[in-house]
């Protein structure tokens, strides 16, 4: 296909005619061609400073400029690449699925419409005199005009695909050469390019002089293929070339192919009689034995060198990584080299906290460490082809990938969601075919010969009118080697792989119990918005049994915050709405919906993904006898590298340890393993097994001891039974008008007749705990928000704040116990609780509650137990429970029961947009201790939860003037909820998915109590 559109080439002022245009996309350019490598004495780098002049609509660019730089001496330096917006021109702006003007395609705005004017001087080697020469943008964001030397270039749309130009009639040597380019923030263009993203401009990525001989390669398409049993490379190279001489020769064309320790595989000479037109093919098919296969858990790669030789001296050079592998389906799944795998995917934005756009190689490699890290396989370039440098590591290091082309039309409307004109779509209007075609061209041209690119997708969100089936009959063509994928085909012809987003777990049942003969991957699932990604293990567990379900992609990688710093130096993340005035369009904090922060450290979510994904799994198989079955989920590595440890605990402390021997475990298979154990279980203690495998060298990008699994196992349960000391004082009452007062030698517990709460808890002169009263209310995760939450379950937090005190009064008094007990309503719902203080003379106080109501129409709680306040000097937490990360009833399977410590100010997370955090779930007990290890314990007569925080609870509320972690501050005292429990985080979407009715509090009778007694006092 060759779908690239030219006006009159004399035109060289820049027009409407070009950006408000949808059949005119592509003037001037080389046709694309794939990636490689040449001698980098033919490379020159024009990165760096380039003069820059903005201006805020195509009226007001200065005339001329291309034609002298002494017509830019003056104009301001701009780093290249970069985005402009980032450099102090212009308003970042963030929207999700609508376009950031008003919609009326193919026009956009006249008045505000953004353009940046750039030039740069360069001179060339004496050296490339004799050679072709071309200049490479690696993308241009969003229409850009080019020229050299004054000369008309031609002109681009298509923002994340390389544009390059031949400038060799036009260059000139012993002299400076001027390249200038002017650049439209918005153009038709844009319609097609409308991702959830940061919608930014500029010079994105590299741009590169290239010298070419007159004969050289242009281009080349490996086929890098397995056959017989996956054991036989079938190699076919299929090369163009350019003969710039205009004359008849004579070539030798020299293929190469060396393995990882340089040896020569194959190598093929043969003799190519080269006519006097511009253009030559040449094609050669080899099959090789004994090949080493390439996957993402064992990325083995060839060096394909191809070499022109003209009378026995090379005139071109060139030479890229390839790999073998085979991509099919079959019998409704996804296999790579003949096995079927899981994808345990991620979407990834190219993002950099402070550059925007523009990625560095280092951040390449430190998102595939922490990829990998996370056991996270594969990755989906949302929504665009990514940096060319990408697919390298990627190939290198082992990720499959996902190449997606640069179409998103979310703001004309999108198929499975709201209704819309499919006739006036783009997707469907014949003058947009062209520009869809060009975009997928143009990405499988130059990614198609990297391995790690399994999937072709057709783009995202983009309505699948016949310009959608154009471009996967054109690609199904161009290709048999790779399936192609569109989500917005659904189960129709035109999607090889059925790729939903964010489907219900039903939905995944439903299409695993029907056997289809396509393989469910599931494009986007599990939104990490803010504090988020429960249920993931719900979501596996059907992924792990049906065999036609291959896994999914979470939405997304990391956080698309932009880094601020306030007038105090304190680092902060700005998202949407924080730039511009009022009438910036804005969709708020919906760009942060990583698993990581902008500067890649890890939110708590991401530890429960590489739990589940992890590729190592243990079940019981008989627990008395220490029989378990250990199953290797790996597709294709043994677990020969990886070590195992096991560790038994009781009551959280190791009383038994020793490895495991998991050498020889063939992928996807299992073990049967009985473990040497020669503890004797006693009575009312509680065991679990924890194991944790680890890599017995370094990896790729993982260093030796990584561990790549952990489980634990319960063992044996045991009710956590709280032992009182003994006795010591005598305990009295004391009663005022608004106070009874319990107290002894040691202690004093306060409490109002006037409200039934406990006001302070005194031991030895030192507050333990201020008023804890019973409360209802969490403050709203993102997702909170996107279910309305605040609005449904408003009647929770109005009666966490407005309680009425029914009685009070002492039901048992002696010298060593007194009961007091409290009834309190809430006038909003019309309940009551019931809660009874039963204090001892050793200083140990039972809280019990119930809580009734008989209003069976009550939403469901977001939380049930007890906040109150402790002094910011008992900072030192120590706890038995799950941890040591945050966790909650859905999101909890990573972190592990055991003893852990900490202080109040690490158990807060500070979410981007602040909200609920820093939960602990099914804890035995907790202390809290001063410098001086003296506080006071809270032991559960059951498991509860705990979260201790250094902010108030309303400060993580709903506040639109509290949007950023900047805007809140430390109290003097520390907030404590200790909770029966709380409700799940979701995370099946952001806009409306309610938590999973498994993981509610629905409203019926509970009952709660907990011990609190000091710790760390001597009598």
Same mark, same amino acid.
């Not at 006249?110 to 004799?130: C, I, M, Q, R």
């Not at 697919?391 to 996902?402: A, H, K, M, P, S």
């Not at 048992?812 to 007990?821: A, D, G, N, R």
């Not at 009715?997 to 000091?1014: A, M, Q, T, V, W």
């Given at each position: ?16 005619d070009?950006?408000?245009? !949808? ?14 490598h040449?001698l ?21 660019? !200065? ?5 002298? %730089? ?20 212009g ?27 750039? @030039?740069k001087?360069?001179?060339?080697? /004496?050296?490339w005199?004799?050679?072709l ?11 850009a #005009? ?12 298509? @923002? *994340? ?26 153009s ?20 590169t ?9 242009r ?8 056959c ?5 490379? $079938? ?13 008849? +020769?004579?070539?030798?064309?020299k ?19 080269? $006519? ?15 090949i ?49 795998i ?8 190219? +993002? ?26 594969a990755?989906?370039?949302s +929504?665009?082809?990514?940096h ?8 290198? #290091?082992?990720l ?16 499975f969601?709201? %209704? ?30 990297? %391995? ?11 309505g ?7 471009t996967?009959q ?6 048999s080697?790779?399936?192609i994928?569109? /989500? ?7 999607t090889d ?44 567990k ?12 979470i ?31 804005s969709?708020?904090n ?19 993904? *590489? ?38 605990s ?60 952990k ?10 039974n ?12 004391? /009663?005022?008008?608004? =106070?009874?007062? $319990? ?6 517990? @306060? ?5 039934g ?30 279910n309305q ?15 009425e ?19 309190? #309503? ?7 609780a019931?809660?009874t203080?039963?204090v ?21 709680? !977001? ?5 109150c ?8 937490? /120590? ?14 399977q ?29 804890n ?25 925080l ?6 993580f ?17 520390i907030?404590? =909820?200790?909770?029966?429990?709380q ?14 009715d ?11 109590? #907990?011990?609190?007694?000091p ?5």
């Amino acid at each position: 296909m060759s779908e690239f559109c030219h006006i009159a080439f004399n035109e060289q002022l820049p027009s409407e005619d070009f950006w408000e245009n !949808p059949t005119v996309f592509a003037v001037g350019q080389e046709q694309p061609a794939v990636h490689f490598h040449i001698l980098s004495e033919y490379e020159i780098s024009l990165n760096g400073y380039w003069k820059f002049h903005w201006a805020v609509n195509p009226n007001d660019v !200065p005339p001329d400029f291309y034609t002298s %730089p002494q017509k830019t001496a003056h104009w301001n330096d701009i780093s290249v690449p970069s985005n402009w917006e980032l450099e102090g021109y212009g308003v970042p702006i963030y929207v999700n699925d609508r376009y950031p003007f008003e919609k009326n395609p193919p026009f956009v705005p006249k008045d505000n419409n953004p353009v940046g004017s750039y @030039s740069k001087t360069f001179t060339l080697p /004496e050296s490339w005199k004799a050679k072709l020469v071309y200049i490479e943008f690696g993308a241009v964001k969003s229409a850009a #005009f080019f020229w050299i030397n004054g000369h008309f270039l031609g002109y681009n749309q298509g @923002s *994340k695909t390389p544009v390059t130009f031949n400038i060799s009639p036009y260059i000139i040597y012993n002299n400076e050469n001027y390249v200038a380019t002017q650049i439209l923030r918005w153009s038709d263009g844009a319609y097609l390019e409308c991702q959830d993203f940061w919608r930014l401009s500029g010079i994105e990525r590299d741009v590169t002089l290239i010298a070419r001989p007159n004969i050289h390669i242009r281009d080349f398409f490996v086929q890098a293929n397995l056959c017989e049993k996956y054991e036989k490379g $079938l190699l076919s190279v299929d090369i163009k070339g350019i003969n710039a001489s205009k004359k008849e +020769h004579i070539i030798q064309c020299k293929i190469e192919l060396r393995d990882a320790q340089n040896q020569i595989v194959l190598e093929h000479q043969e003799e190519i009689h080269l $006519l006097s037109e511009k253009n030559w093919n040449y094609c050669f098919k080899e099959t090789i034995e004994q090949i080493l296969q390439w996957s993402a858990e064992i990325p083995h790669l060839y060096q394909l060198k191809i070499i022109l030789y003209q009378k026995n001296i090379p005139v071109d050079i060139t030479y890229c990584s390839i790999g073998f592998r085979s991509v099919e389906l079959k019998e409704g799944q996804l296999l790579i080299n003949g096995k079927a795998i899981l994808l345990k995917g991620v979407n990834r934005h190219e +993002h950099d906290e402070h550059k925007g756009h523009v990625v560095s190689e280092a951040s390449m490699i430190k998102d595939i460490r922490l990829m990998q890290s996370y056991n996270i396989n594969a990755v989906r370039n949302s +929504h665009y082809p990514n940096h060319k440098r990408w697919y390298e590591l990627c190939d290198q #290091f082992g990720l499959y990938v996902i190449d997606e082309a640069n179409i998103e039309a979310h703001g004309m409307g999108a198929c499975f969601q709201k %209704p819309y004109d499919k006739e006036q779509h783009t997707s469907a209007r014949l003058n947009w075919e062209a520009a869809h075609l060009n975009r997928v061209e143009r990405m499988f041209e130059r990614s198609k010969n990297h %391995p790690s690119v399994i999937i072709w997708s057709l783009g995202n969100e983009a309505g699948n009118g016949s310009n959608m089936t154009k471009t996967y009959q054109w690609l199904k063509q161009k290709d048999s080697t790779r399936p192609i994928q569109y /989500e917005q085909a659904g189960e129709g012809w035109n999607t090889d792989i059925v790729c939903p987003m964010y489907p219900s777990i039903e939905y995944l049942l439903q299409y695993g119990q029907l056997q289809k003969t396509r393989p469910l991957i599931m494009c986007e699932y599990a939104h990490a918005m803010g504090n988020s990604v429960g249920n993931l293990e719900d979501y596996w567990k059907v992924i792990r049994q049906y065999p036609t379900l291959q896994g999914g992609f979470i939405w997304d990688w990391v956080d698309q915050g932009l880094a601020a710093y306030d007038t105090k130096g304190n680092k902060y993340w700005k998202y949407g709405g924080d730039y511009g005035d009022d009438t910036t369009p804005s969709d708020g904090n919906f760009c942060i919906n990583g698993l990581l922060f902008p500067d890649r450290q890890a939110h708590p979510a991401v530890w429960e993904v *590489k739990y589940i994904y992890q590729s190592i799994q243990i079940r019981w198989l008989e627990r008395e006898s220490w029989q378990i079955q250990l199953t290797n989920e790996y597709s294709f590595q043994n677990l020969d590298e990886i070590t195992g440890l096991w560790i038994l605990s009781e009551n959280g402390q190791p009383v038994e340890q020793n490895s495991i021997d998991i050498s020889g475990i063939s992928p996807g298979t299992s073990k049967n393993i009985t473990l040497n154990i020669t503890t004797t279980l006693k009575e009312k203690k509680e065991y679990f097994l924890q194991f944790s495998f680890r890599l017995k060298k370094a990896k790729n990008l993982l260093l030796d001891q990584h561990e790549v699994a952990k489980i634990q196992l319960l063992v044996q349960e045991s009710n956590w039974n709280y032992t009182d000391q003994s006795a010591s004082d005598i305990l009295c009452l004391k /009663e005022s008008t608004n =106070h009874l007062i $319990l107290c002894s030698k040691h202690m004093e517990l @306060s409490f109002s007749k006037v409200s039934g709460l406990l006001q302070y808890y005194l031991f030895q002169k030192q507050v333990l705990l201020r008023t804890p009263r019973p409360y209802f209310w969490r403050p709203p995760t993102d997702n909170d928000l996107g279910n309305q939450m605040p609005q449904r379950l408003a009647v929770w937090k109005i009666a966490s704040h407005e309680q009425e005190l029914i009685s009070i009064q002492v039901i048992e008094q002696t010298s060593e116990v007194i009961i007091l007990e409290t009834q309190l #309503f809430f006038p909003i719902i019309q309940a009551k609780a019931i809660v009874t203080y039963r204090v001892k003379n050793t200083g140990m106080v039972e809280l019990s509650s119930s809580f009734f109501s008989e209003d069976h129409t009550l939403p469901e709680l !977001p939380r049930l137990g007890f906040y109150c306040q402790i002094p910011k000097t008992m900072n030192k937490v /120590e706890w038995y429970g799950r941890g040591p990360q945050e966790n909650y009833s859905d999101r909890k399977q990573s972190a592990f029961i055991g003893i852990y410590e900490s202080t109040v100010s690490e158990l807060y997370h500070p979410y981007i947009r602040p909200q609920e955090n820093g939960n602990r779930t099914e804890n035995r007990y907790v202390h809290f201790l001063n410098s001086y290890n003296k506080g006071f314990s809270i032991i559960g007569n059951s498991y509860f939860d705990f979260c201790a925080l250094p902010y108030s609870p309303d400060q993580f509320d709903l506040d639109k003037r509290l949007k950023h972690t900047i805007d809140i501050s430390p109290s003097d005292v520390i907030h404590l =909820h200790i909770d029966y429990g709380q409700m799940g985080l979701g995370g099946d979407n952001s806009w409306g998915a309610h938590t999973h009715d498994e993981y509610k509090l629905f409203y019926h009778h509970y009952d709660f109590s #907990f011990f609190i007694n000091p710790k760390g006092f001597h009598n």
